[in-house]
């Protein structure tokens, strides 16, 4: 017994352990935003244009639950703004905050379980397709007078038609290539072939999810990275396979340490990311491709099934606050949609995009069904390839394994003999 | 040389298994938040406790954890004693029912309990949570139980009982003694099952209720932040405490022990 009490104890130690460093490493010099008794927000890092606003939901007792991608709000390290913690202040309202990894991992959650979210990020395409299944609800756009903010060039009535009644932008960003100088030839940039280049077999990495991957194909190839003609995506299919021959592996954020780290040299990536790639080090590079490129926008949303609408407009309007989009768009390191907040910020010129850039790229749109399937089933034809060489290596392992087992089972026969004797 | 080879294979062997977890311990000290080494800091510990997401969630963790574990404990030594009193027939099929569940993917356990939950409009949060835990902790528990139950003395419950327990008392006073070590080593497993969950979590949590597995994977897509290294050296140490605490605690009491046998010998 006296051990368990003992195990108890050391949890207890730690726990008072832990706590005291929690005080210690917590009692930072960061100003926290407080509520002063009659109300009124103080301390604030940020200001907003009507204060007034936000006053409505004080000791109403709101949560809203947020469902956002990972690691894409400012969240107060580095001497940044603590986005959330700075609306809490403001408006009185509880936030909880969750992540998710994928728009499909966002779509499953969502329409299989009965989760109530009131604000989601989808990718454009996503929240297309969540619309046209009647999962969000029509943003009242009285709530949200930030909206006047909003970069037509990004989003407007013509192009976003599907979403414009649903949605505002939070983050938009651009693909393109990004690259080792001291590995890579001048000569050889510029286009969507370097990905394909065999002078640099083993050192390029691809994105391994499959809607990237593919408009990068039908790019190279001159079509549209919303294709529905079913020869282009057999072609771009092929032209995946061709491209696994020099390909080292297949990277979401595993991208970050091998260029860094030099053990690849050629890589897709978001605009943004890449620019915090070459913050790491000095010899990448990144470009555009000539031949068109992904533009993508996540966009805020609010599912149907929110109980608390005006609160989760309050956030959105909150979000497009001059300040907010200027922390949010420092730490994400993606553009904003935000006029005011993108005249104020320099965004590096290694990746701006230009006019000229920007008519060259193209959204993803969604895609009908049978369609979706055909990439899904592409896709997974072309990652479930093997190569002759793992074919070999598997076969060794197994092999030698088996001949493991059967030696050993031999020895112990060997040895139960002698003993008989 | 047979004896070198022995050493080379141990030294091996342990570089293996402990390289990792001893690279990212270095890495939780990186001054940079890139896999490039860069210099030594302590502000990624700072950070961690900054964080409201990763601290919260791991609060979660615990929180369920402990929970889970708990109820499972009672529960399972409950259901362990029930199925060590059953008839032969009762025993095979009730046994390979708890076996049945470990066996179970987790992600049949985790879609099916999402149904489940759906199908009850139960909204996901603690409480699906909870629930999901401790379904695949019970099992764990039974199954750590059982054999102690077999290797007791079968008459023990019934001396207790010839010497004037009722029941309850000779299940308290008799039986429960003699099986705790099982039952502690059920509960423990079950609580590292539980901290370790992520595919059934990710299925049955709710807006308020992310485990700590489920925020780190939600951080692929961009970098995972050095701030989870912090946690993971934090809680390796933690665990590594606890161990030698325990065994340290362990070797004196068996000292003790023959002490005082040697000291009742001598008399």
Redesign the interface.
Known sequence: ????I??IA??VV?LAL?TL??FI??E?EQAHPEVSEDGTYEGGRITVDNPEYYTKFRGRDI?L???N????IS????DSVDV??EFKALTGINV???????NEDLYAKLS??????DIIVPSEYMATRMINEGMLEKLNFDNIPNRKYVDTAIHNKDENADVYDYTLPYTWGAVGVIYNTKYVDEADIGSWDLLWNEKYSGSILMFSNSRDAFGIALKRLGYSLNSIDENEIKEATESLKEQQNVNQSYV??QV??KM??ESAFIAPYYAG?CL??MD??ENLAFYYPEEGFNRFADYLCIPKGSKNKEAAEAFINFLYETDVAIANCEYIQYFTPHTAASELIEYDERIALTPALMEKSETFKALPGEINQLYDSSWIEIRSRLDMNEIVIVAIILGLSFAVLISITVLRRVKKGKQNY | MKKFFTKFYIVVVFAFLYLPIFILIAYSFNNSKSGVWNGFTLDWYKELFRNELIISSLLNTLFVAIIASLVSAVLGTAGAFGIHKMKRMGKTVFKNATYLQNLNPEIVTGISLMLLFTFFKMTPGYATLILAHITFCVPTVVLSVLPKLRQMNVSLYEAAMDLGCNPRQAFFKAVLPEIMPGIVTGTLMALTYSIDDFVISYFTSGPDSQTLPTTIYSMTKKRISPEINALSTLLFVVVLAILIIVNVIGVRKEKEEARRASAFYKK
């Open positions: 017994m006296k051990k368990y003992s195990i050391t949890f730690v832990a460093g929690y490493f917590s930072d949560t639950n947020v469902y991608w990972g690691e894409y969240d107060g390290s580095d959330l913690e909880t905050y969750t992540t998710f990894e994928t299989s379980s009965n989760s109530r979210y979401m954020d970050f340490n860094e780290s990311d915090s790639m790491n080090n």
